[in-house]
């Protein structure tokens, strides 16, 4: 199976900064060497899971602009251009381009 | 309004079996890729399987290959998972999942929990 590691995997931010994590797979993403299948997801404290982020770089729809993706190949990053205190949470990547679909250990930013 | 509604979760002995259901509003049901995600407690999240829109494609993580089972019913915006042969380390919540191209929807989850 394809293994996603995130890092940091504790970050610490002020309020206004901005905010990156990376995700390196452990196998190429990038499907007939073109697209790569990578997801973003936010999980807030006591919440459900909620997509930010899919096929590397398309934010979904209501997400906010400052919520960006990048990558391809096995290196992929999340930033946040100036973290807000409704960003509090856990963040994950997930790959679909191979079976099965694997999530990173996850991301815990919080407020400095 | 969009809601995704996701019942069926219990206390399980192992060895025991459970069907979760998950009743989606709201969105273009059978055009969505229907997934399950589950996170046990304190962990992280681990995605179970999946079910194409019109329920002809399946796949699903090696833990769960031949146990689990998940099916679809476009007439009533549902999608199941049959749960067999449950173990300890299948003790999570259990989310339903729709992602579609530019959103995604997803319940509040249902907690199964294994244990004698």
């Known amino acids: 199976d394809v293994v996603l590691t995130q890092s940091p995997l504790s970050l610490p931010v002020t309020l206004g900064q901005p905010a990156s994590i990376s995700c390196r797979s452990s196998?190429?993403?990038?499907?007939?060497?073109?697209?790569?299948?990578l997801d973003w997801f936010q999980q807030r404290p006591g919440q459900s899971p909620r997509r930010l982020i899919h096929g590397v770089s398309n934010r979904d729809s209501g997400v906010p602009d400052r919520f960006s993706g990048s990558g391809s190949g096995t290196d992929f990053t999340l930033k946040i251009s100036r973290v807000e205190a409704e960003d509090v949470g856990v963040y994950y990547c997930?790959?679909?381009?191979?079976?099965?679909?694997?999530f990173g250990q996850g991301t815990k930013l919080e407020i400095k | 309004e969009v809601q995704v509604v996701e019942s069926g979760g219990n206390l399980v002995q192992p060895g025991g079996s459970l069907r979760l259901s998950c009743a989606a509003s709201?969105?273009?049901?059978?055009?969505?890729?229907m997934n399950w995600v589950r996170q046990a407690p304190g962990e992280g999240l681990e995605w179970v399987g999946n079910i194409n829109p019109d329920g002809s494609g399946k796949s699903y993580v090696d833990s769960v290959k031949g146990r689990f089972t998940i099916s679809r019913d476009n007439a009533r915006n549902s999608v199941y998972l049959q749960m067999n042969s449950l173990r300890a380390e299948d003790t999570a919540m259990y989310y339903c999942?729709?992602?579609?191209?530019?959103?995604?929807?997803w319940g509040q989850g249902t907690l199964v929990t294994v244990s004698s």
């Open positions: 999942a729709g992602w579609g191209s530019s959103r995604s929807y």
């Open positions: 709201g969105f273009s049901f059978s055009t969505f890729w």
């Open positions: 997930m790959q679909y381009t191979h079976r099965p679909h694997t």
């Open positions: 196998q190429s993403l990038a499907y007939n060497d073109v697209n790569s299948f």
